[in-house]
């Protein structure tokens, strides 16, 4: 009886112990599939962040550019010669604009491969970052393209104009020159295209150094699970 009971205990603890070990093998292999999806969206996370702020700095250099020149369209109209007004007026119909690369972390997100990051801190962080502080990059390009439809319609309403290498410029300068040198109105246009555009850049470069930030602490957690 002894041994029937002892023989049936070892049979059990050997189930038992096959199980335990199954379910191990099993948590491991999630374990491993978990950790490998997870330096997945880092890296794929990384890499996006690493062109966008690429993009962000080129962007960022040719909306000085044009922050310039409505300055001085601004201050000193007067002294700029007609052949550099026509490219001028070119220049500040022309959109501030940046391409993001926010389509990994929407496939990501959309997946559930993003909700493989264990860190809850950064998760939330890099959630933040394109849920919202992307969202702010949409809201000033729509708004920068209200302020250049504003003045392009007023153009229309008063001007003769033709089309040019970026949107359109004035017909005829030399007949237009001096009535648009004391427009007021025209005036207005750039002071609040000078002001968005401003603006602009500055919400680009606290993005820009948010995502340099963001980049590297994503980095470092590449290391750390590498």
């Not at 001007?159 to 648009?180: G, H, V």
Request: aromatic letters at 10%.
């Amino acid at each position: 009886m002894n041994k029937m009971l002892t023989r049936g205990g070892i049979e059990f603890l050997a189930v038992l112990l096959g199980i335990s070990g199954s379910l191990w093998l099993d948590d491991r292999a999630q374990y491993a599939s978990d950790r490998k999806y997870e330096i997945e969206a880092y890296q794929r996370l990384s890499n996006a962040l690493t062109l966008d702020i690429e993009g962000l700095e080129e962007d960022a250099k040719e909306n000085v550019r044009m922050i310039d020149v409505l300055d001085l369209m601004i201050n000193n109209i007067e002294a700029i010669p007609n052949d550099s007004m026509v490219l001028y007026i070119d220049i500040t119909q022309s959109y501030s604009d940046m391409e993001t690369h926010i389509s990994d972390y929407e496939t990501l997100k959309n997946t559930g491969r993003l909700y493989n990051i264990k860190d809850i801190d950064m998760l939330q962080r890099i959630i933040d970052m394109y849920d919202k502080k992307y969202g702010e990059i949409d809201d000033w390009k729509a708004e920068d393209k209200r302020a250049i439809w504003l003045q392009d319609e007023f153009f229309i309403s008063n001007y003769a104009m033709q089309p040019s290498s970026k949107w359109t410029t004035l017909k005829n300068i030399s007949n237009d020159r001096s009535r648009l040198n004391s427009d007021k109105t025209y005036r207005n246009h750039l002071v609040f295209l000078y002001k968005v555009k401003t603006q602009m850049n500055v919400e680009w470069e606290t993005l820009k150094s948010e995502m340099i930030k963001l980049n590297s602490d994503i980095v470092q957690k590449l290391k750390e699970l590498n």
